[in-house]
């Protein structure tokens, strides 16, 4: 493990444990889609449109991205990495508080879902700041020869918002009865991670600008017009190279993190419970990997890591889906073995942050993860649905095609950098 200094662990710990709550605030909503859909919506509504706008709000989230983190990185690039880093935060444990305070459409009609629209709509703003903010904030703390074990760790704790979301979901629902969960139960998990969040924002006050901030501004080297238009006209490599790398990342997530345990319950008949317990440790060890290839990726290059940790993605994700038609008895094993393999996505911060110069670094990141993300996270779900009556294995096929585009990346940049890359 890389040796780091003591402010430098802090750094990491209180950013990866920010970014953990932040995530579990943003995805705390699709845990209890079913619940809100209920009591948002009018009782004569039908099922379908219901659930239909339901997610539609919390789609809402994922379109805000884009915008929210291209504003926040501008500031992010001219006043600092940190203010951003605890406005992005601020931004979304209010909403999120506020969305277990608020009151259904028994009480105050349509006013209900428009309100819950909106504070959708904040919530995705902050997380399309927090994620690449929160990839530059420690990447400029440590060493340079640390940053793929800065941003994976980083990455582990924005997957561990997802397994967090999802065990207090399965608490809430075992400590309610259903008519419990109606009245009150829902508003639980809400309003804890509100209050968690601003209890973040409190502990973030005690990290610092970032090094290399506080020297562009100490030599006047900050950007002199809008950070974006200088990224769009000077750095077009590194926007496609981290569009292509998002796509990657979404592609991995999206299918085998979070489509995953509906498909197979779908496709091969295995349970609910047992699908989500298996996705939970998949999760687990979705986080693990993040690490260890971020750590990897500092010890053998990014270029190395990226071929053959792609390469075992697509290996383990067919595997899966083929095992999982004659064997589902073995979901645990294989699901954790597949997840630890998603981990490789833990690479690709790191690569996408030196892609841009300093000066520029929070727009450029920011512009290209979360367009790239709003599309492709956005198409993936409709593709893979598309794809699955011509192709019960689809899911597996789609992640393999990404895992082929990701060893060819991870071949461009071992190329690339074979001068300077350790080992």
Request: with cysteine.
């Amino acid at each position: 493990m890389p040796t780091l200094s003591r402010s430098d662990y802090r750094t990491l710990v209180l950013a990866a444990l920010g970014g953990a709550l932040e995530f579990y605030d943003f995805i705390i909503f699709v845990f209890f889609a079913v619940v809100i859909g209920q009591l948002f919506f009018p009782p004569d509504m039908p099922d379908w449109l219901r659930q239909l706008q339901t997610f539609g709000i919390f789609a809402a989230g994922y379109l805000a991205r884009p915008l929210g983190g291209i504003v926040m990185a501008h500031f992010g690039d001219l006043l600092g990495r940190k203010r951003m880093f605890m406005l992005s935060i601020l931004l979304m444990a209010v909403p999120t508080l506020a969305i277990g305070l608020l009151p259904t459409y028994a009480v105050i009609g349509i006013w209900a879902p428009l309100l819950l629209l909106a504070l959708r709509v904040l919530q995705g703003a902050a997380i399309g700041g927090e994620v690449p903010g929160a990839w530059v904030f420690v990447s400029e703390h440590v060493p340079q020869r640390h940053v793929g074990f800065a941003c994976g760790t980083l990455t582990a704790g924005l997957t561990g918002g997802i397994l967090l979301g999802s065990l207090v979901a399965t608490a809430i629902n075992k400590l309610y009865a259903p008519a419990e969960l109606l009245t009150e139960g829902w508003r639980v998990p809400f309003i804890i991670g509100g209050i968690f969040g601003l209890v973040s924002v409190w502990l973030r006050q005690w990290l610092h600008e970032t090094p290399v901030f506080r020297e562009m501004q100490e030599r006047q080297m900050l950007a002199d017009e809008l950070p974006l238009k200088t990224v769009i006209r000077e750095h077009r490599p590194a926007v496609i190279l981290t569009m292509l790398m998002t796509w990657l990342l979404s592609a991995a997530v999206v299918v085998m993190i979070l489509m995953t345990p509906m498909l197979v319950q779908k496709l091969y008949g295995i349970s609910a419970a047992i699908a989500l317990q298996a996705n939970s440790i998949a999760t687990l060890f979705l986080s693990l990997g993040c690490v260890v290839f971020g750590a990897l990726a500092d010890r053998y290059g990014a270029g190395r890591v990226l071929v053959a940790g792609c390469a075992m993605l697509g290996v383990t994700s067919a595997l899966f889906y083929q095992q999982m038609a004659v064997a589902p008895q073995n979901i645990n094993g294989l699901y954790a073995l597949c997840g630890f393999f998603v981990g490789v996505i833990g690479v690709v911060p790191s690569v996408a942050v030196q892609s841009f110069p300093p000066v520029v670094r929070f727009s450029g990141l920011s512009f290209s993860y979360n367009v790239a993300y709003a599309v492709f996270g956005g198409l993936t779900p409709v593709v893979v649905s598309m794809l699955l009556p011509l192709d019960p294995s689809a899911p597996a096929h789609y992640v393999v095609a990404l895992s082929v585009l990701g060893m060819l990346i991870g071949i461009y940049l071992w190329r690339k950098n074979r001068a300077v890359e350790p080992g």
